[in-house]
């Protein structure tokens, strides 16, 4: 369903993304992961164009991201994303939130869009919170409603960019929960993040990043069992070790 | 001061209260028309389209290197001569005060969506709004609040401006208080009339900027 092949990213001088090839098959979870400036998020914001990239090419079903003739307001509206700082609208009730895409871009009436928001935030158990506004709730709760927002729009692929990096240790998993049963639900899903717990409960495969360059893509089990690189070898021992 | 007679001001009320309702309407005209040019300039001047942003700030530019009497005499003149009809005081005067207004709002407006997040228009995009449904529903509306308390500051000094209207005989607060001044012989009953009429009002409004950052901040 993604493909992504042989793309480079420059800033000025220098390589942020260095002919990183990888593919996401529909209802697939893959995970991305690495040290920090590793490139990962730059990556998952070339998918659905929002960083443009220099070189290569990127195609989200039958539409070519990098093509310049591409509608990329078409494109974005059916791929979901979820951001590190969540980046709810803070003028917006957590209701408003939801309707405002689905209103404006896919056309629901409000009654429409009404109801598909309450039926998407109960199931993240925030009913009671869905006339506050963002700034009334946890930084979990506004994680949950981000990934409802984007649910909200019906998308065909949901991109995560560190969904819990931003997060208090004790609201991490109330995320993680929503976002496995996503994936259990057979949502294809690209996720950047250092929860390695994650990762193996319901990654199908591992990418990892280093220095702009994918140095392994390879099936969960074997990426966590049996690591090629030093490179991956010296991150897990970093992050799985205590 | 034994002649300090205060009936000057009662028997000239009417009279005053034209020029005040003048000089209020030119200000709240010229604040709505500065700030709706202004954003309009502001977003051009953001474009990444070189010749739009750079046109913009051309204006921006030109219009601040120039003193504001200069430009309502420009106006007072040209306008005229453009349209080849004239138009009147008012409203040559109303188009120098947005013309040159909007070029101040576009300052304090650019400021204001640049203070906005990033990652807010993203999510934006993100969710397939297009550039002017992410500038209306989501940038601008927190922009605006952001900046309401400066908004209204430079309507304040907007308004202090207005007595410069006096150069196209317009007969704004300031011009009719001085007309009654020369014409009854009250020059300090008048002159400090006026000037506690402009104190109240302004004072005022540095009260609600006051409050309206109180309330950004709580």
Redesign the interface.
Known sequence: MISIENISKWYGEFRVLDDCSSRVAKGEVVVVCGPSGSGKSTLIKCVNGLEPVQKGKITVEDMEVTAKRTNLTKLRSRIGMVFQHFELYPHMSVRDNLCLGQEKVLGRTRDESNAKTEQLIERVGLSAHIDKFPGQLSGGQQQRVAISRALAMDPIAMLFDEPTSALDPEMINEVLDVMVELAQEGMTMMVVTHEMGFARKVADRVVFMDEGRIVEDRETEAFFGNPESDRAKDFLAKILNH | MDDFDVSVVIDNLPFLWDGLQLSLSLTGLAVLGGIVLGTLLALMRLSGFAPVSLLAAGYVNLIRSVPLILVIFWFYFLVPLALGRPIGSFYSALIAFVMFEAAYYSEIIRAGIQSI?K??V??G??????YW?IQR??VL??AF?NMLPILVTQGIILFQDTSLVFVVSLRDFMTASSIVARTEGRLAEMYIFAALVYFVICFAGSLFVRRLQRAKTA
């Open positions: 997040r990652g807010q993203h999510a995009q993100a969710t397939g709004l297009n449904q529903y989501i509306p927190q609040r």
